[in-house]
């Protein structure tokens, strides 16, 4: 078991919004790996997306409210916070926003949808208990292997999170016309990068990006599931692959991986 205290500020979950679930968990148990599990906490429609034995994501219908409001469908992120409600008046106070909540996940946990200053979209979250499984290690296949922001604003946006998380700089990069591409830390290990976004990118985001075992196979993978690759494969600093695709339904993903 691990101490869940110990993952304040870090991201602990991600889920896909959906208009088509039957069609999201074909298209992603194909390209990722995953196995599929149903929800037995709650009455949710939700689907549990599992790397080996361990739970990391999952897939949902877009709620309503979001679906009434124009949402498309997109991955999302969970950043753990010790108080929800506390957490949500950090938000605004920084200039952030509150979309939805604080509100309670039947049996699970506390959260709330959030948006930075720019409009890029994250979760908080507290689950109900203060342990439970220990995480798969980093690297593993199925897991999320990188995160990043492509911000309104990237070093605004860097402030704000770091400011709400306590997340540190790493090394930044010069990207040319493209701009300063800055690692993040959290708890002293890399995590993800933050970029101003680029002009083709038609709003802010978070992007993540899930390891598979060699990256052509997974491109061709993504294709022939009625996906498409719009940028890669590339190997990056450290000599990863990696690639960014779109899903079915639109929604942006990435994959990494060590093998070309």
Do not use: C
Not at 193 to 217: C, H, Q, R, S
């Amino acid at each position: 078991m691990t101490e869940l205290t110990n993952l304040v500020g870090k991201f602990v979950w991600y889920d896909q919004m959906s208009n088509d679930l039957p069609g999201a968990e074909a298209f992603y148990s194909k390209i990722v790996g995953w196995t599929l599990a149903p929800n037995t906490m709650n009455d949710q429609q939700y689907t549990i997306l599992q790397a080996g034995s361990a739970g990391i994501g999952g897939l949902m219908p877009i709620p309503e409210e979001a679906r009434n409001a124009g949402a498309p469908a997109m991955w999302m992120g969970y950043i753990w916070v010790d108080d929800v409600d506390a957490a949500a008046k950090r938000v605004a106070a920084a200039g952030g926003r509150i979309l939805r909540g604080p509100m309670d996940i039947p049996n699970v946990g506390r959260f709330a949808v959030a948006g930075d200053p720019h409009g890029a979209g994250f979760m908080i979250f507290r689950a109900n208990r203060d342990d439970g499984p220990q995480p798969p290690a980093p690297g593993t296949l199925g897991t999320v292997g990188w995160r990043e922001l492509h911000a309104g604003d990237g070093k605004a946006d860097f402030d704000f999170y770091s400011g709400l998380f306590g997340w540190t700089k790493g090394e930044a990069m010069d990207m040319g016309a493209m701009g300063t591409y800055q690692i993040f830390n959290i708890d002293g290990q890399m995590a993800g990068g933050v970029m101003t976004k680029t002009a083709d990118m038609p709003m802010p985001m978070w992007l993540y990006y899930f390891n598979v075992e060699a990256i052509d196979a997974a491109a061709e993978r993504v294709r022939t599931a009625g996906g498409r690759v719009i940028n890669g494969p590339h190997q990056v600093p450290g000599g990863q692959w990696m690639l960014q695709g779109l899903d079915p339904q639109g929604a942006m993903f990435g994959l990494l991986a060590w093998q070309r």
